[in-house]
C-alpha cells in the first residue's frame, strides 16, 4: 500500500540554521508534491508546490527538492527563525483530479 | 476575502450519538474536501465534494457521509460514533480540485467523543 514517511520525531536546531525535512514515499508515483505548514490548532497552510518533472523549486528562505528515483523529497528552511516552529507536513497527488494523500508530519523547533 | 470557516469549532459526543460538522468555503471555490486528522493516524482524506456531486471518497465506513449545497457548503455527518472517531475534522477548499490547485484548509472542528 501506498507509504509516506516523515520523521516522527521532532527537529530541533538553533535559530540561524538551515532546517532540512524529509518525507520519503514508497509504493506510489505521484505527479505532484505538496510541503504545508500547520501551527497548533490550526489547519495546514500550503507553503510549495513541486512537480515530478522539477527537480527543485524555491520560495523565498524555503526550498524543496524532489527525487523520483530515491523516491525522496527535502524541505529546506534557510536562515531559520523561532516563528518557523511548527509541524511541516508533505502530501503527494497523482494528476488528474485524485486525492492528497499526506505524510503525519515533522515538528520543527527553532531555538533563540 | 474571508477564509474557510468551519463550525462548531469544538464538539463534545458522546458514544452512539450522531453528529454533522459545516464547512463554508471560501467565495467562489466549489471544491470542498474532508480530512480526519488525529495523532496517530494523521490527515486522512474522507470525501471530496465538487458542484454538489462527490467525486472522490476515501478510505472510510458508510457511517462517514457528506452533502454539498448549491451555494458550495458543505457538511459532513458521522452516525454511530465510536471513540475512535475523536479527531480533528478538516474541510479544505479550491476553486478546482486538480492537482495543483492550492487547497485551503479550515481552523477544523475538534470532535471528542465520550
Known amino acids: 500500500s501506498q507509504k509516506i514517511e516523515q520523521n516522527s520525531e521532532a527537529l530541533n536546531i538553533q535559530e540561524g540554521k538551515t532546517a532540512t525535512l524529509t518525507c520519503n514515499y514508497t509504493n506510489y508515483s505521484p505527479a505532484y508534491l505538496q510541503w504545508y505548514r500547520q501551527d497548533p490548532g490550526r489547519g495546514p497552510v500550503f507553503l510549495l508546490l513541486?512537480?515530478?518533472?522539477?527537480k527543485e523549486k524555491r520560495k523565498e528562505r524555503l526550498k524543496v527538492t524532489f527525487d523520483t528515483t530515491l523516491k525522496q523529497s527535502l524541505f529546506h528552511i534557510t536562515a531559520s527563525q523561532p516563528a518557523d516552529s511548527a509541524t511541516y507536513l508533505c502530501a503527494l497527488t497523482n494528476s488528474g483530479y485524485s486525492t492528497l494523500t499526506f505524510g503525519k508530519g515533522t515538528m520543527l523547533l527553532v531555538s533563540p | 476575502k474571508a477564509g474557510v470557516t468551519q463550525t462548531p469549532r469544538y464538539l463534545i459526543k458522546t458514544r452512539g450519538q450522531q453528529v454533522t460538522l459545516s464547512c463554508s468555503p471560501i467565495?467562489?471555490?466549489?471544491?470542498v474536501s474532508w480530512y480526519q486528522q488525529t495523532p496517530g493516524q494523521g490527515l486522512q482524506f474522507l470525501f471530496e465534494?465538487?458542484?454538489?456531486?462527490?467525486?472522490n471518497k476515501g478510505n472510510f465506513p458508510g457511517r462517514f457521509s457528506g452533502r454539498q449545497f448549491s451555494n458550495s457548503r458543505s457538511e459532513m455527518n458521522v452516525s454511530t460514533l465510536e471513540l475512535g472517531d475523536s479527531a480533528l475534522y478538516l474541510c479544505a477548499s479550491s476553486s478546482n480540485r486538480g492537482p495543483t490547485d492550492t487547497q485551503y484548509f479550515g481552523p477544523g472542528t475538534r470532535l471528542t467523543v465520550l
Open positions: 513541486i512537480r515530478e518533472n522539477e
Open positions: 467565495s467562489g471555490h466549489r471544491s
Open positions: 465534494y465538487f458542484s454538489e456531486t462527490q467525486r
